[in-house]
């Protein structure tokens, strides 16, 4: 369809209106909200399940070493890539919520505290997702 | 430019449980940040890292009140900072009213059963349980 037919179908929002160009909305500040969120409630319902297993240390080895076993497959060993994953953000983003909370300097700049803690993740996962992927896959 | 005056509003009395909250989820956070990291690279990244983990793993690490002290202050830590964020996530997506109320319920219920769970568990741990085969059992049962 020619741009111009397209513009007398659909009224253009200027770049500036749009929710995206807001200061929050679609910025760095709501996807660090997002992000903290969503790993939050996941790494919660992990620790209820993590809990539960180490707890069958009581009932037998036999039983505990059974489940534990179950989280050296190479599934679930992809699943603990992603849960360190999602520990490092909510530990390095939570770091951040409170340096712009307490400290005026961290306030004004919150963006650049979002690049820096996607920064450390990617640092930090580049040394875990080798190391652990190899113990899963080569033992 | 005039103050805006303070409305009149009566002085709250009592605890103020969100200001404490607010504050726990801080100091935790911190203190878990040192605990949780530690717990990873421990169990996951030194020597053969998840592979190595078995009831033998375990029992040594156990064997050293550093450790119990350690997992058990990562448990409480851990749950109740969880919890209240769950609250946090339950107050923004429900109204008041007995959805919420039962949400939350199961949220206390759970996490006060895992803390006592989770805290009898470290400390009655029994590292070499008799009539167990020796090599599913820490080195040092054997001595």
Redesign the interface.
């Known amino acids: 369809m020619p741009d111009s037919q397209a513009r007398t179908l659909t009224a253009p929002t200027p770049a500036k209106e749009r929710p995206g160009g807001t200061l929050y909305r679609g910025r760095e500040g709501m996807w660090s909200w997002v992000l903290h969120?969503i790993t939050?409630?996941a790494?919660?319902f992990f620790?209820?399940v993590h809990?539960?297993d180490?707890?069958l240390?009581?009932v037998?080895?036999?039983a505990?070493?059974a489940v534990?076993?179950t989280?050296?497959t190479p599934i679930m060993?992809l699943g603990?890539v992603a849960l360190?994953g999602a520990?490092v953000f909510h530990?390095f983003n939570?770091?951040r919520?409170?340096l712009v909370?307490f400290w005026a300097w961290a306030t004004r700049h919150q963006k650049l505290l979002f690049w820096i803690v996607i920064g450390l993740w990617v640092i930090v996962m580049l040394g875990?997702t080798p190391?652990?992927l190899i113990?899963?896959f080569s033992? | 430019m005039t103050a805006i005056p303070f409305p009149d509003e009566p002085r709250r009395r009592g605890t103020n449980w969100e200001k404490w909250g607010w504050i726990y989820m801080r100091i935790s956070g911190v203190v878990l940040v040192v605990l949780v990291f530690g717990h990873l690279f421990v169990n996951l990244m030194v020597g053969e890292g998840v592979k190595a983990i078995d009831f033998g793993f375990v029992g040594g690490k156990w064997a050293d009140p550093f450790w119990q002290w350690w997992d058990v202050t990562m448990l409480w830590l851990a749950l109740i900072h969880g919890a209240n964020g769950m609250r946090t996530v339950v107050n923004d997506y429900t109204k008041p009213g007995t959805v919420q109320r039962i949400l939350k319920g199961a949220l206390l219920a759970s996490v006060v059963v895992l803390i006592v769970l989770g805290t009898l568990v470290v400390f009655t741990f029994e590292p070499c349980p008799a009539g167990s085969p020796a090599d599913l059992l820490p080195s040092f049962c054997a001595a």
Do not use: M
């Open positions: 969120r939050g409630v790494i919660f620790l209820l809990i539960l180490t707890a240390v009581r037998s080895p036999e505990y070493n534990i076993g989280y050296q060993g603990e360190v520990i530990a939570g770091i919520v409170i909370d875990f190391r652990h113990n899963v033992h």
